[in-house]
C-alpha cells in the first residue's frame, strides 16, 4: 500500500491582489470563470481527508480574496486536517477580522511571502509599489491575533545580499 501524502497545497484560487512576474499559477485580478464553487472545494477537501492526508495548505493566487475561506478552513479542521494558510499577507485581505474568524474556524498558521528588506526589492519582485509595507502590516495583524506564521523568501539575484536583514 502506497502512504498517502502527508500534505497537499490546494490552489482555491487563481485571483491575486499582485503583479508577480515570475507568477506560476498564471493568477488573474478576477475568479477564473472555472473557479470551484464552495460545495465543490469543499469535496476536494473531504476527498483529501479520505486519502489520510494530515495538513492542507490554502493557496492560490491570493487565498484570502475567496470569501468562503473560512468555511473552507473549518471544513478542513472538522475533516480532521490541520488546514494552513500561504499567503502574499497584504494588510487588504490579511485583516484583523479575517484572521479571527480563521483562527475560530481551525487555522493553524499561515506562510507569509516577504522577499526583500527593503520596500523596492519586494516590491519590484511582487509587481504592486507598496506591497512591501502593506505586508508588513498584514504581519502585525498576525501579531496582534496570535496567529502563528512564519516569512517564507523566494531567493533570487535582486534580494540574495539582503538575507541578513
Request: proline share 6%; net charge negative.
Amino acid at each position: 500500500m502506497v502512504a498517502p501524502p502527508v500534505m497537499v497545497s490546494f490552489a482555491i484560487t487563481r485571483r491575486c491582489n499582485l503583479k508577480c512576474p515570475h507568477c506560476y499559477s498564471e493568477s488573474v485580478e478576477k475568479p477564473h470563470p472555472k473557479e470551484l464553487t464552495t460545495e465543490e472545494a469543499k469535496e476536494v477537501i473531504s476527498d483529501v481527508a479520505r486519502l489520510g492526508t494530515r495538513m492542507i495548505i490554502f493557496d492560490g493566487g491570493e487565498p484570502t480574496l475567496r470569501e468562503d475561506l473560512p468555511e473552507l478552513v473549518k471544513h478542513a479542521a472538522d475533516e480532521g486536517l490541520t488546514p494552513l494558510l500561504g499567503s502574499n499577507g497584504m494588510k487588504e485581505t490579511l485583516s484583523r477580522e479575517l484572521l479571527r474568524a480563521l483562527r475560530g474556524a481551525g487555522l493553524r498558521a499561515i506562510s507569509i511571502s516577504l522577499d526583500g528588506a527593503k520596500p523596492e526589492t519586494h516590491d519590484s519582485f511582487r509587481g504592486v509599489t507598496g506591497a512591501w509595507e502593506s505586508t508588513l502590516k498584514g504581519i502585525e495583524n498576525c501579531k496582534e491575533e496570535g496567529i502563528t506564521f512564519q516569512i517564507g523568501t523566494t531567493l533570487h539575484k535582486q534580494n540574495f545580499e539582503e538575507l541578513p536583514e
